[in-house]
């Protein structure tokens, strides 16, 4: 691109009493060095000091609405309706863009890639004091099993948005996986995955909020009938994984010992933990207490290798064959049920008598 700045994005904010952090997610949109950006904020009627901090930069917001509302897929429906840009974004009230550069990037991704509809990329995930990089290349049987870019990652023309119906209001708090599905079933051919971190997403919003977690799951679930009439068991994991986290809590509080102890116990003293999530900085945790070396982290995602977790460093799978002194147990720290499938995987590519456990395997 050279200083062609002819495509206009729209960025869209729903909000409703966010005074604690409307603010910062209204500098960082401002800050882009990408010049043509509209901005439409829809709030749901605050009555705190919203409105006052949104009207600090109303000289620099084209639209605000502020009124009643059925959710935060009504107000982002009524974000489209507003907006005239050619591209829409959707960015939370407690959220923040990466950079001040990352739509000169989006701009010019869809610049040199003529016909593009929609592209996703990457979020870094803050819940406390962790954080995470989530993001990679999905398919349609990835949605099939649940999994769906982060919205905060997701730019789409406005044209493919109302020919999909925009958001289907019915659902509370997954409306934005039933948008998505439709999308990749229709223009998935003319969607891109562009490896880009896009967006600092603040865990608490109402679809990471463990109350009203399950009602997302059931929701998901609906739609992945609706669209591919196929019955999956979204839930039977969370419950299963639920009662595993309490029962090794309950382990380390009453005896005092962790779950890794199992394998100190029979001489393993250097673990490679696999995977990234929040089981594996539990499992580090548990490997300290005990005094068990966590020699690296593994994970695929090539945004997160070369990267330290909780100053431990993460490598890619391939780390495994090429450094095969440096560990003598592979702790899998896996959250889906696929724990067995990636056993089998390793077991062949690094040989049958491998150590490797599941955290499930350990409890008890």
Known sequence: MKDDYSIKFSFITACYMSEANIEKTIQSVLSQTYPNIEYVIVDGGST?????????YE????????ERDEGIYDAFNK??????????????????????????D???????????????????????SYCSLQGRKLTLNDLKMGHR?????????????????????????????????KLFKEYGTS??????????????????????????????????????????????????????????????????????RKIKD??????????????????LSDLRREEIETVCFIDNDVNKQGSYLEGVPIHGSEWL???????DVILLSVESTSDRIIMEQLRERLGAQTSIYSWKELIG
């Open 48 to 56: 705190d000091h919203t409105l006052d901090l949104i009207r600090k």
């Open 106 to 128: 989006v701009a010019n991704y869809f610049y040199q890639r003529k016909g593009l509809l929609a592209l996703y990329g990457n979020v870094r995930v803050v819940d406390g």
């Open 321 to 327: 064959m090429e450094n095969r002194d440096a560990y």
């Open 149 to 181: 870019p982060s919205h905060q990652s997701f730019f789409a023309k406005k044209s493919i948005l109302l020919q999909a119906g925009c958001f289907d209001t019915s659902y509370r708090i997954a409306a934005d996986f039933d948008l998505m599905i």
């Open 191 to 260: 969607m891109d995955y562009f490896p880009r971190t896009v967006a600092l997403f603040q865990l608490g919003g109402v679809s990471s909020n463990y109350r009203t977690r399950w009602k997302m799951l059931q929701e998901s679930e609906r739609i992945i009938h609706k669209h591919f009439i196929e019955n999956v068991d979204l839930m039977s994991t969370e419950f299963q994984n639920n009662a595993l986290y309490r029962e090794w809590l309950e382990q380390w509080l009453v005896s005092g010992r962790g779950i890794t």
């Open 59 to 66: 000289d620099r917001i084209d639209t605000v609405i502020s």
């Open 266 to 283: 029979i001489g393993l003293r250097k673990a490679v933990v696999f995977g990234t999530l929040k089981t594996a900085l539990y499992l």
């Open 79 to 104: 974000g489209i309706q507003a907006a005239t840009g050619d591209i829409i974004y959707f960015l939370n009230s407690d959220d923040v863009l990466e950079d001040n550069t990352v739509i000169e």
